[in-house]
């Protein structure tokens, strides 16, 4: 089955900890993005990739960190610099390609992580 | 700045019921204007897809309308099921602004 998985489903964190958070695809995307969404609000860009080896900030990058090793593979680490990092986090990817605008190809969802802090 | 606002905030309607949903936003220069949905605790489906050159879109019950002029797109539900219900968010993608800019969503109750 093609598509995108997130695990885990649910994390605690603790004051002053790091987590990270997995997402992985199967779909040959090239960009793959994380959102943050937290109730009755629409979803907020986290970071992005369009490339392996390179990602870019989006519009709430403070307090969190990604990588890009490989292409199927976009992990997102929520650092103790988050303040407040209780939210419903869900991983994304689509077919464009590096240069293009994102957002002009369906965007491909995981299940989402739910982290609270305790 | 595109901002997507999505009214009302909650729906609930009986079955059998036709209705529409309602997007506005306030770049009328975009790319695309795409639905999703969202059942509680999952993540997004992609549901309809309209490019900027388009009217309308079609799959199933489902019908997706745009009107760049207006800054206004509605979600058509033919016949509404129990199993419509979940939470509906548009989102667009305009010139200048290199992502996706969702709505809160539209919570909807279809009820037997």
């Known amino acids: 089955d093609g598509g995108i998985t997130q695990s885990p489903k649910y994390l605690f964190r603790k004051e002053g900890q790091n987590v990270t958070l997995s997402c992985e695809q199967n779909?040959?995307?090239?960009?793959m993005y994380w959102y943050r969404q937290d109730p009755g609000q629409g979803l907020r860009l986290i970071y992005y990739s369009q490339i392996v080896n390179d990602f870019q900030k989006g519009d709430i990058a403070e307090g969190y960190s990604v990588s890009r090793e490989k292409k199927e593979s976009f992990p997102l680490t929520v650092t103790s610099a988050q303040k407040n990092p209780t939210a419903f986090y869900l991983c994304?990817?689509?077919?464009?390609?590096?240069?293009?605008?994102?957002?002009?190809?369906?965007?491909?969802f995981g299940p989402g992580t739910r982290l609270t802090v305790l | 700045k595109q901002e997507v606002t999505q009214i009302p905030a909650a729906l609930s309607v009986p079955e059998g019921e036709n209705l529409v949903l309602n997007c506005s936003f306030t770049?009328?220069?975009?790319?695309?204007l795409q639905w999703f949905r969202q059942d509680p605790g999952k993540g997004l489906t992609s549901l309809l897809l309209i490019q900027s050159s388009q009217r309308e879109q079609t799959s199933g019950r489902l019908n997706a309308s745009l009107d760049k002029s207006s800054g206004r797109s509605t979600l058509y539900i033919a016949a509404s099921q129990p199993g419509d219900s979940a939470t509906y968010l548009c989102?667009?993608?305009?010139?200048?602004?290199?992502?996706?800019?969702f709505g809160a969503g539209t919570r909807l109750a279809v009820h037997p």
């Open positions: 779909l040959n995307h090239d960009a």
């Open positions: 994304a990817s689509s077919a464009e390609t590096s240069g293009s605008l994102l957002g002009t190809d369906t965007q491909y």
């Open positions: 989102a667009s993608v305009s010139r200048g602004y290199n992502k996706l800019i």
């Open positions: 770049d009328s220069a975009i790319y695309n």
